[in-house]
């Protein structure tokens, strides 16, 4: 039990360009999304928190246009990375909440590159 | 007072032994704390957690010692293998809402 999924694994873009991480909860429901980025030999560090069927809830200093945040239904949530500079590369990963539960899982991790 | 405070930073352990690793945390509210394995590349994978009702728990070669007191907990690994050279974070939260809070991360590495 407890499997997340999180598409691309890998994306390399151009600088300027947009891109989407999809993160689904193959086997169980998550009434909360958490949204992570990672630099190398660094701790997580919490990007936004989602709801489904709300607006997300952004961190200090996470810009809320630049992170878009969608949870729209109990398996799926996406992050999209609007006009993506080099300094957004990173290690991105989604961490969905079994509902009812305080335990969180992580997605796999989706590895953007902007050039 | 939000802070998890977690060391050593690197831990090196010959094969068979115990690795241990140690969390701090100052806010007396937060009522969860898990452990968490990440492999380089890949998303963390929940180890074992622990609430503060209880001051040990097991699971397999792993333990979470708890002391509510002193306001720390650790992870012990025991018969430590190669396969559990990774990064361990610990990490706490407070209520059903509260995002978690994590440590700084420590790198094992078990020498064979």
């Known amino acids: 039990g407890a499997v997340v999924s999180q598409h691309p694994s890998r994306v390399i873009c151009k600088s300027g360009t947009s891109v989407k991480i999809e993160c689904r909860s193959l086997?169980?429901?998550?009434?909360?999304m958490f949204w992570y980025r990672q630099f190398p030999k660094q701790s997580l560090m919490l990007m936004a928190t989602?709801?489904?069927?709300?607006?997300?809830?952004?961190e200090q200093g996470v810009e809320k246009d630049k992170f878009l945040i969608n949870h729209a239904s109990l398996t799926l949530s996406t992050l999209t990375v609007t006009s993506a500079h080099p300094e957004d590369s990173s290690f991105y990963i989604c961490?969905?909440?079994?509902?009812?539960?305080?335990?969180?899982?992580f997605g796999p991790g989706t590895r953007l590159t902007v050039l | 007072q939000q802070q998890v405070k977690q060391s050593p930073q690197s831990l090196i352990v010959q094969k068979g032994g115990i690795s241990i690793i140690n969390c701090a945390y100052e806010?007396?509210?937060?009522?969860?704390f898990p452990w968490y394995q990440q492999f380089p590349g890949k998303g963390p994978a929940l180890l074992i957690a622990?609430?503060?009702?209880?001051s040990e728990k097991k699971e397999g070669r792993f333990t979470i010692s708890f002391n509510k007191s002193a306001k720390q907990f650790s992870l012990h690994i025991m018969d430590s293998q190669p396969g559990d050279s990774a990064t361990y974070f610990c990490?706490?939260?407070?209520?059903?809402?509260?995002?978690?809070?994590f440590g700084q991360g420590t790198e094992l590495s078990v020498k064979p």
């Open positions: 961490s969905p909440k079994l509902a009812g539960t305080d335990t969180q899982y």
């Open positions: 086997d169980f429901q998550a009434t909360t």
């Open positions: 989602s709801n489904e069927g709300s607006k997300a809830t952004y």
């Open positions: 806010n007396t509210a937060f009522d969860y």
């Open positions: 622990i609430r503060p009702d209880v």
């Open positions: 990490a706490a939260s407070k209520g059903q809402g509260g995002k978690l809070i």
